[in-house]
């Protein structure tokens, strides 16, 4: 671990006075992010103690407009809502600090519209910006169950930034173009793409693109594609599902329950390689359950680590064992934790 040991105390506050009228909404709000650090040793220009206070002022507006419409027979009401987002914060300066728990946050739907475009508390980008979006929606009129919802949004730099996520001082004034869509115009399929464009090469420069299929409690089946320019070019399947259900004995029988397959492999195309795997199995008996999963990370081009997890949770009692439910969770995209959810009986006791 090659950050350095010390302390650090932060506060973050923000005043904001949201205004929505159904039609439009307006959001201005003032924050500021404060942090005193101590650090065991000297900071690269030799102190050990540190202290800065950022200030930021944004504003989030946006409208909406919405019609009758069908799709597939479906009648659906879609909405276009154009949003705009401002946000003015000074630079300070910051490359001397510790990073404890900040990363550059990922380009996408969400993060395209955040003042700041790091995570955590360690560093606060110069930013004087506008960012300019619209999202279109089709909901069922009846239910208002989306359906599909597609957008497109850009950043636009009113001065030059000093801090970025890139590590380089910025002077773009526009960003890549993002576009984003999902939908569930099926039963049981979900899709989800996201493609950043970059008008300067006329090309996308980062693509993922996604479905998954889930036709119950428990059942998940999902692959993911994922491109970045020059850098890496990935498939990955996950899954999660029944592969044995117990029969009921005459009379009632204990402990009777499904065993469960779950796993994701992470394939790099560039590589022609399998990068990352997991794969495990999970028994419901109905008053325990049994989870064996082994989980396989790519240290290099040619070294990997192997993680064996077994554990045997009582219901209602306690789980004994290395956890593997973190890693399922976070790997499986849809897993569902066993016993956690109302679905749990009638996954095991489904036909």
Known sequence: ???????????????????????????????????????????????????????????????????????????????????VHYVNTPWHEQTTLPLFDTAASD????????DNPFSGVDRV??????????????????????RLRLGVAQRFLL????????????????????????????PAWT??????????????????????????PFQTLSGTYRYARDLNEQFELGWQWPIYRGEAKPGGGACQGTLYGVGRVNYSMRDSRVTDSLAGLEYDAGCWIGRFVVQKVSTGLSESTTHWMLQLELIGLSRLGSNPLKVLKDNIPGYRLLRDDDAASSATSGP
Not at 19 to 24: A, H, M
Not at 107 to 113: E, G
């Open 159 to 186: 001065r030059d930034q000093r801090l970025t996520p890139e590590g380089v001082e910025g002077d773009k004034r526009a960003s890549d173009l993002l576009l984003f869509g999902s939908g569930t115009l099926f």
């Open 1 to 83: 671990d090659a950050r350095p040991d010390g302390s650090r105390v932060h506060l973050l506050g923000s005043l904001s006075r949201p205004v929505d009228e159904g039609w439009g909404w307006f959001t201005p709000r003032a924050s500021f992010n404060s942090a005193t650090y101590h650090t065991d040793v000297p900071m690269s220009d030799g102190r050990r103690d540190a202290t800065r206070t950022i200030p930021t002022l944004s504003a989030d507006a946006g409208l909406r407009f919405d019609r009758e419409t069908s799709l597939f027979d479906l009648a659906l009401r879609q909405t276009l809502e154009p949003r």
């Open 125 to 146: 980008a110069d930013t004087h910006q506008f960012t300019f979006g619209a999202t279109s929606r089709w909901r069922e009129a009846d239910t208002g169950v989306e």
């Open 107 to 114: 380009f996408n739907p969400v993060s395209i519209y955040a």
């Open 191 to 216: 899709f989800d793409a996201t493609v950043q464009y970059n008008a300067s090469i006329d090309r996308p420069v980062r693509s993922i693109v996604a479905a998954r299929y889930q036709p119950g």
